[in-house]
Structure formats: structure tokens, C-alpha cells
């Protein structure tokens, strides 16, 4: 009787501690919420329950901008039918999960991420988000009008859940950056901060991915800084140090609307084109990469432009050797806020 009644003063203790660090052996770290609050705030991810991989093979979509809007004026009444030519060539690839890249909304306003919400139940795979700067503010460098502040993060996670965190998924382990508070010296960017240098302490079992809105660069980590473009320098160092020691895969990205891939060491590099519009050196849109990971780690690049309801793939093989330049596509200056 002794030893039953000294077990049922402990199952309470024993209870409580189970809760406390099951998410960090199970690799769950995050911004402020569970897994499954995550979930629960991304309406979405409800209706899109993960289905078991069948092949050793991982395909990843990779989607970007898709500036969703009511606005009536000029093209953007087309944004919300170019965001469902993509969503219908996804659904048809029959991709694992699906990453989207930031600037989900045209101007961050409420209506609108409800709306990408909504519209973005029609993919078939689990779908992964992080905000971009349309989202929840510019990165520090340009105008304070308009820049990143700890109200529109605030909101921005209200409504979609957390804006850096990291979850596994479908066998690959994704972590989402808020690019925007990068260089911000916002309490949330020091979180961030703190956040990540737990999660790439060490390489992971899972393969491991970082997914942001703002490319870490165009031609070479050691270029300058261009605010309108890319991270700036002292993050992306930063970054890169904690990605080489996390053992991270690939990066992910969108913000320029059109493409570049490159490889720098072991790391691949991707920035995806845009759904809603093209940008002045690459007027293509409602497109989207199909990221495809081999059973010996190899990544494959496809860039897709979908054009009358039929998809056009401009399919762009990684062979992994050392990029110089990072290819035309990367030497191109100039990007879309």
C-alpha cells in the first residue's frame, strides 16, 4: 500500500515533466507556440494533414509573392486566379509539403492574410509560411515609413501563427525566418536570434532547411548591402556561420520575383519566382520551383511558369558543383519591394 501511494504522489510530478521537455526531445523548438498551436492558428494546415511518403524521394514547392489583395487596381484582380494556376500545378506534382516564402498579402492588412488563408486551403500538402516585407514590414535601411516594427509582427503572428519557428515535416525539417526583423534591434529580432542558435546548434537527424522572405544575397555573401533586396551583411554572416553549423541543407527565399540558384560550399541556394507579378528584368509570373531531394541528399531545381492553365517548366538541374558568380540570373541587380 506504501509503494502504490508513493507512485501516485510521483505520477502527478512525473506527468508535468513529460509535458515540459517532450517537445525538446522531439526537436520542436519554436517562437512562443506549440506544434499543434501553430497548427490551430494556421487554419489551413488543418485541412492538409500530412500523408505518409511513399518513395524515398522528397518534392518540395517552393512558392513566393503572392500578394494577395482586393484591390481593383491595375493587374490585381489577376493576382488571386495567378495564385490558383499555381495552387492546381502543385496539387498536380504531387509535392510532399509546400514552403511559402513570404509577402503571403499585398499591404499586411488583416482581410488580406484571411484571404490567402482561405485561398491557400486548396493546396493538397501541408503548407509552411513565413511573413515577408509586405507582411509585416520592411527590413531597417529604407524609409522608416513602412518599416518593420514589433506592432505589425505582433499582428501578423495574430493571425498566422509564429514568424520564426522550426518544424519537421514530411521527413524534412524546415526552419522559418522573419527576415524583416533582421538588423532591426526589435525585441522580437533578439528572440529570434536566441531562438536560432538553439535550433542550429548541431545538425539534425532530419534534413534541415531555412525558409525566408529576403535572399541572404545575390552574387556573393561578400557583397554589399542593398536594403531593397537582400539581408543585410552583419545577419547574413551571421546566418551563414549558424546554417554550416546546423548542417542546413538548402535556403530558401522569394522577395526579387524572378530566379537564382547557386551553390556556396555545401549549402544550396534558391530564390524562387513570384506568383502575382514579374519583376522589370523577368516579367514572368504565376510561377513557382518544384525543389526535389534524391535518397542520396542531391537537390534538383525546376522552375515553373504556368501560362493558360498549362505548366511550362524551365527544369534547371544541380550537378553541385561551386558556383563563381551564381550564374546570369544572380548577377542581375535591382528587386521589387
Same mark, same amino acid.
Given at each position: 500500500?506504501?509503494?502504490?501511494?508513493?507512485?501516485?504522489?510521483?505520477?502527478?510530478?512525473?506527468?508535468?515533466?513529460?509535458?515540459?521537455?517532450?517537445?525538446?526531445?522531439?526537436?520542436?523548438?519554436?517562437?512562443?507556440?506549440?506544434?499543434?498551436?501553430?497548427?490551430?492558428?494556421?487554419?489551413?494546415?488543418?485541412?492538409?494533414?500530412?500523408?505518409?511518403?511513399?518513395?524515398?524521394?522528397?518534392?518540395?514547392?517552393?512558392?513566393?509573392?503572392?500578394?494577395?489583395?482586393?484591390?481593383?487596381?491595375?493587374?490585381?484582380?489577376?493576382?488571386?486566379?495567378?495564385?490558383?494556376?499555381?495552387?492546381?500545378?502543385?496539387?498536380?506534382?504531387?509535392?510532399?509539403?509546400?514552403?511559402?516564402?513570404?509577402?503571403?498579402?499585398?499591404?499586411?492588412?488583416?482581410?488580406?492574410?484571411?484571404?490567402?488563408?482561405?485561398?491557400?486551403?486548396?493546396?493538397?500538402?501541408?503548407?509552411?509560411?513565413?511573413?515577408?516585407?509586405?507582411?509585416?514590414?520592411?527590413?531597417?535601411?529604407?524609409?522608416?515609413?513602412?518599416?518593420?516594427?514589433?506592432?505589425?509582427?505582433?499582428?501578423?503572428?495574430?493571425?498566422?501563427?509564429?514568424?520564426?519557428?522550426?518544424?519537421?515535416?514530411?521527413?524534412?525539417?524546415?526552419?522559418?525566418?522573419? /527576415?524583416?526583423?533582421? %538588423? +532591426? !534591434?526589435?525585441?522580437?529580432?533578439?528572440?529570434? #536570434? @536566441?531562438? &536560432?542558435?538553439?535550433?542550429?546548434?548541431?545538425?539534425?537527424?532530419?534534413?534541415?532547411?531555412?525558409?525566408?522572405?529576403?535572399?541572404?544575397?545575390?552574387?556573393?555573401?561578400?557583397?554589399?548591402?542593398?536594403?531593397?533586396?537582400?539581408?543585410?551583411?552583419?545577419?547574413?554572416?551571421?546566418?551563414?556561420?549558424?546554417?554550416?553549423?546546423?548542417?542546413?541543407?538548402?535556403?530558401?527565399?522569394?522577395?526579387?520575383?524572378?530566379?537564382?540558384?547557386?551553390?556556396?560550399?555545401?549549402?544550396?541556394?534558391?530564390?524562387?519566382? /513570384?506568383?502575382?507579378? %514579374? +519583376? !522589370?528584368?523577368?516579367?514572368?509570373?504565376?510561377? #513557382? @520551383?518544384? &525543389?526535389?531531394?534524391?535518397?542520396?541528399?542531391?537537390?534538383?531545381?525546376?522552375?515553373?511558369?504556368?501560362?493558360?492553365?498549362?505548366?511550362?517548366?524551365?527544369?534547371?538541374?544541380?550537378?553541385?558543383?561551386?558556383?563563381?558568380?551564381?550564374?546570369?540570373?544572380?548577377?542581375?541587380?535591382?528587386?521589387?519591394?
Amino acid at each position: 500500500m506504501a509503494i502504490a501511494y508513493s507512485k501516485c504522489r510521483l505520477l502527478p510530478w512525473l506527468l508535468a515533466l513529460t509535458a515540459l521537455f517532450l517537445p525538446l526531445f522531439r526537436g520542436e523548438l519554436r517562437s512562443g507556440l506549440s506544434l499543434d498551436a501553430q497548427a490551430s492558428r494556421l487554419g489551413f494546415l488543418e485541412s492538409t494533414p500530412v500523408r505518409p511518403r511513399t518513395s524515398a524521394v522528397l518534392r518540395v514547392a517552393l512558392v513566393a509573392d503572392t500578394h494577395c489583395t482586393r484591390s481593383p487596381v491595375g493587374d490585381r484582380p489577376k493576382y488571386r486566379e495567378r495564385f490558383d494556376r499555381v495552387i492546381r500545378d502543385v496539387n498536380a506534382a504531387n509535392v510532399d509539403v509546400v514552403l511559402v516564402a513570404g509577402d503571403l498579402t499585398n499591404g499586411g492588412e488583416v482581410a488580406q492574410m484571411r484571404d490567402f488563408r482561405a485561398q491557400a486551403r486548396g493546396f493538397r500538402a501541408p503548407i509552411i509560411v513565413v511573413p515577408g516585407n509586405r507582411d509585416v514590414g520592411n527590413r531597417v535601411g529604407l524609409s522608416p515609413r513602412g518599416q518593420v516594427s514589433e506592432a505589425r509582427v505582433a499582428q501578423y503572428e495574430h493571425e498566422m501563427g509564429p514568424s520564426f519557428f522550426v518544424r519537421k515535416i514530411a521527413g524534412l525539417r524546415v526552419i522559418g525566418v522573419n /527576415a524583416s526583423l533582421l %538588423g +532591426s !534591434a526589435l525585441k522580437p529580432e533578439r528572440r529570434q #536570434w @536566441t531562438f &536560432l542558435e538553439k535550433a542550429l546548434a548541431a545538425p539534425a537527424r532530419a534534413p534541415t532547411v531555412i525558409l525566408l522572405h529576403y535572399p541572404l544575397f545575390m552574387s556573393s555573401p561578400d557583397e554589399g548591402d542593398s536594403p531593397r533586396s537582400v539581408v543585410d551583411p552583419a545577419s547574413r554572416q551571421r546566418l551563414i556561420r549558424l546554417a554550416a553549423k546546423g548542417g542546413v541543407e538548402a535556403i530558401f527565399s522569394g522577395h526579387l520575383h524572378r530566379t537564382i540558384e547557386q551553390r556556396r560550399g555545401r549549402v544550396l541556394f534558391v530564390t524562387g519566382p /513570384a506568383v502575382a507579378y %514579374g +519583376s !522589370a528584368r523577368d516579367s514572368r509570373c504565376q510561377a #513557382w @520551383t518544384l &525543389l526535389t531531394r534524391g535518397p542520396d541528399g542531391t537537390w534538383t531545381v525546376e522552375f515553373r511558369y504556368v501560362t493558360d492553365h498549362r505548366p511550362a517548366a524551365a527544369r534547371l538541374p544541380w550537378k553541385g558543383r561551386e558556383t563563381g558568380d551564381g550564374g546570369a540570373s544572380s548577377r542581375l541587380s535591382g528587386s521589387l519591394a
